[in-house]
Structures are given as structure tokens and as C-alpha cells.
């Protein structure tokens, strides 16, 4: 007990000094650092055993610290304290069973990052909060990210089908192959390219190709993403909303976890 208390008076002192007369270098530090330790225990916990999930995590998790500070508007901030508050007080009050307690939380916490902030993307393409003039309130980037993705959807089924050879990850997607996914990256450069000279859309050719290329790269990852998912889940399709396609995230899979990149290449392009 006397070691419990000695330790946090010490730790009480430190961070008054530090928040009260330390320079505003010291106090961001001191914030970094413990986003870094408070990360590691929680990887310690929730994936022993995997040691490079652990420091990508950590470092992924500071980096992001680092930008986020500057949207810390008053409505963000209310939202992200509800995101983080109501799905641990609901888990808190039903935590039965206790061993999956945990899961389910990561799981309401995690669909958060996975859907919700890249969709956010969209409402910023749509609404265009980053050019005066407005270009984009008609939804033709909208457009022209779906032309990337699912032109490079379409491509790779046709490229994987016709000269599919060697397997691009068969323990999550059995189907998929190396000349599918470069037959997709094709294809997402032409259907991106194509939509930006069918438009008005304020891009180069170059820059058109090049976000194309990278974003369509990132919505075959995300393809794998859900394929794992569901893998995981021991499920077909993600629903039955679509008949013949299944669900409407296993339409759009792709499209989302691409979203944030495009949505960051356009805003500042």
C-alpha cells in the first residue's frame, strides 16, 4: 500500500509540473508517449504472440494522434466521447458471456473505423469542404471513386478468369489471383481516368492514373479485408439484401476501406 501511494503522489506531481510549467513540447511529448505505452498494454493483452501487429499499432496509433488533434472541433469531440462511452457501458451492463465480452466490445468499437470513418469520406467529397467553388456537391467524386474501384472489380474477375494462374491469398480468398489483382490495378486506372475525362472533374491525367492505381490497390486489400471477415465469421455473404450478390457491404467492401485515401488526395489536390 505504501508503494501504491508513494508511486502516485511522485505521478501526480511530475504530470502537475509538467501541465502547469512545462513547455508545450514537454506536454504533447508526455501525451504521445502515453498513447504509445497505453497501446503496447493493450496489444500485450488482446495479441500475445504477435509481436509485429503490436509495433505496427503503436506507431500507427501515435502518427494518427498527431493529425487528429487538429480536427478537435466541439461536435467531433462530443461524437468520438459517445463512440467511445456507449458501446462500453452497453458490454459493461450485458457482459455475459464474459469471455467474449471483450470481442464484442473491439468488435462496436472497431466497425466504427471500419465503416463509419471512411463513409465520413464521402460526406466530405459530396459536400466538398475543402473548394470554395463547390465542384464537387454533384457527387461526381463519388463517381469517380466507384469507377475505380469496381472498373478494377470487374477487371480482375475478367483478368483472373482469362490468365489467372497463381493464387493472390487462398487461405482468405481461394478465387483470387496475382493476374487478377494486376489486371484489376489496370483496370482501375482506366475506369478512374475515364471518368475524369467524361466529367468536369478538376484532375490531370497523372493525377487521375496515380490515385486511381494506389486507391484501387487499397480496395483490393480491403476486398480481403471482408473476405477474412466473413471467413472468420463462417459465412458466405455478408446478407441476402442483394439478391445474387449477397449483402451490401460485399458490394462495397472495397469502396470503403479506399474512401479515406481518395477522399484525402482529392481534398488536397
Not at 471483450?102 to 469520406?121: D, K, M, Q, T
Not at 483490393?220 to 441476402?240: F, H, N, P, W, Y
Request: hydrophobic share 55%; charged share 10%; net charge neutral.
Amino acid at each position: 500500500m505504501l508503494t501504491r501511494i508513494i508511486t502516485g503522489l511522485v505521478m501526480a506531481v511530475l504530470v502537475v509540473l509538467c501541465f502547469t510549467s512545462g513547455p508545450t513540447w514537454l506536454q504533447a511529448m508526455v501525451v504521445l508517449v502515453a498513447a504509445g505505452l497505453c497501446l503496447a498494454e493493450l496489444y500485450g493483452m488482446a495479441l500475445p504472440g504477435h509481436p509485429v501487429e503490436r509495433v505496427v499499432g503503436i506507431v500507427l496509433g501515435v502518427a494518427l494522434l498527431t493529425v487528429l488533434w487538429r480536427a478537435a472541433e466541439p461536435p467531433m469531440l462530443l461524437m468520438c466521447a459517445l463512440a467511445l462511452f456507449v458501446p462500453a457501458l452497453l458490454v459493461v451492463l450485458r457482459p455475459m458471456p464474459i469471455e467474449r465480452a471483450a470481442f464484442r466490445l473491439f468488435v462496436l468499437w472497431g466497425s466504427l473505423i471500419y465503416i463509419v470513418v471512411p463513409l465520413a469520406s464521402a460526406l466530405a467529397l459530396i459536400f466538398d469542404y475543402g473548394t470554395p467553388d463547390g465542384i464537387a456537391g454533384h457527387g461526381l467524386w463519388i463517381l469517380y471513386v466507384g469507377a475505380s474501384v469496381w472498373g478494377g472489380d470487374t477487371s480482375a474477375y475478367f483478368a483472373g478468369r482469362a490468365f489467372g494462374r497463381h493464387k493472390l491469398h487462398p487461405k482468405v480468398s481461394p478465387n483470387k489471383t496475382w493476374e487478377g489483382a494486376i489486371g484489376g490495378l489496370i483496370g482501375s486506372a482506366l475506369g478512374g481516368l475515364a471518368l475524369v475525362k467524361a466529367t468536369d472533374l478538376p484532375l490531370h491525367t497523372g493525377q487521375a492514373i496515380m490515385f486511381s492505381l494506389v486507391g484501387g490497390a487499397i480496395a483490393q486489400v480491403g476486398d480481403l479485408v471482408e473476405s477474412l471477415i466473413k471467413r472468420a465469421c463462417g459465412v458466405k455473404d455478408s446478407g441476402t439484401l442483394l439478391p445474387g450478390h449477397g449483402g451490401l457491404l460485399d458490394r462495397i467492401d472495397a469502396f470503403i476501406v479506399a474512401l479515406p485515401f481518395f477522399a484525402a488526395m482529392i481534398l488536397q489536390a
